[in-house]
């Protein structure tokens, strides 16, 4: 394998031809197709966009492991090696519907450390991008990290079944904060955190939602945990928080 520096500048060139690929195949109509709900879909730019990182990937790095939400990867049991998460269209229903807010992401992690992190706000044209050995930055400049405000000092993200439902008290967290904001994508939501556009984000999520952001934000000195403060499971689902500090003491106490 390529050292970091290098894996890290062909990862964000990879990514920048994706997102090529991907506005070329917007011009075309989808093919859209239900997973498990009316709410949960795929299309046909998931599947192809999942070959082409899958195949840019393993020509990259010829011991990767690659978990990818479509199953175009391995069987990935154990985080031992080098372990790739890619979520190839992140707010699959926004892609759909507002073809816009929509993200690729994808992480990198070597015997389970979190080591690179790519999401890419494909319409807004950022890619965050980096670890915490080579920095982070967005769109190839260096990203400062957010200011540690607490939760009462910022808006927070949420996921609408959390806040409808009142799950893990959504309700009054967002109540202590500015205000809830609901993108309908992880990988969107999350790189608002990195920016320090919100205090923090907490949603119901699966290894590829936040598999990349928890690499960018732990770089930029957030906290990435479960909603009960216990460390995430990059290999299983779960209520996870990605916060400043501040916020993540203020949310803990209520949880
Ligand atoms: P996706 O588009 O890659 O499936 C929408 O609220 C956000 O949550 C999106 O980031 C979406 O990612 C993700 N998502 C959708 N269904 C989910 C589920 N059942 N569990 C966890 N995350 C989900
Ligand atoms: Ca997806």
Known sequence: MKDL????????????AARAQVLAKMGSQLTVAEKTSRRDLVTNVDHSNEDFLVHEIRSLDPAAHILAEEGTGDQVASMQGHVWIVDPIDGTMNFVHQRNHFAMMVGLYIDGEPTLGYIYDVMAEKLYAGGPQVGVTLNGKPLKAPADLDLSEGLFGASSPLLINDRFHMQQITTISLGPRIMGSAGIQISQVLAGELVGYLSYLRPWDFAAGRVLAESLGLVVSQVDGRPVDMLSSGAVLI?????????????
């Open 5 to 16: 520096e290098q894996l890290n500048q062909a990862m964000q060139a990879v990514m920048q």
């Open 243 to 255: 916060a400043t500090k501040r916020a993540q003491s203020t949310i803990l106490a209520i949880s």
